[in-house]
Nanobody
Framework: VQLQASGGGLVQAGGSLRVSCLAS????????VGWFRQAPGKEREFVAA?????????SYAETVRGRFTISRDNAKNTVSLEMNSLNAEDTAVYYC????????????????WGQGTQVTVSS
């Protein structure tokens, strides 16, 4: 599967942004999809993930829980991350990743990666 992340940009603190991950392939529903982010000088970190199938299995990092919402539309081969109440600490390159099976929190467990999209929050 090939992934393409999009939707990043510049937003003021307190604002909202949606990033999306478009996947190729006809078996997208078999894949769990995670969002990770990497800020300059920092390690890549888990943000959120959604399970395969109907996406009822979801998980969030503590730093974004209650502010970010992950969702999937298998008919459109898309996973989206709605980000609200953004702050400067959310500034990073956001990557989507996919794996067959369940949700994992470590990037090493994901086999397919998108190219990343920059999210910048101005304070």
């Amino acid at each position: 599967v090939q992934l393409q992340a999009s939707g990043g940009g510049l937003v003021q603190a307190g604002g909202s942004l949606r990033v999306s991950c478009l996947a190729s392939g006809r078996t997208f529903s078999y894949y769990a999809v995670g969002w990770f982010r990497q800020a300059p000088g920092k390690e890549r970190e888990f943000v959120a993930a959604i399970g395969w199938g109907d996406g009822s299995d979801k998980s969030y990092a503590e730093t974004v829980r209650g502010r970010f919402t992950i969702s999937r539309d298998n008919a459109k081969n898309t996973v989206s991350l709605e980000m609200n109440s953004l702050n400067a600490e959310d500034t990073a390159v956001y990557y989507c990743a996919a794996r067959v099976g369940g949700i994992y929190y470590h990037s090493n467990n994901y086999d397919y990666w998108g190219q990343g999209t920059q999210v910048t929050v101005s304070s």
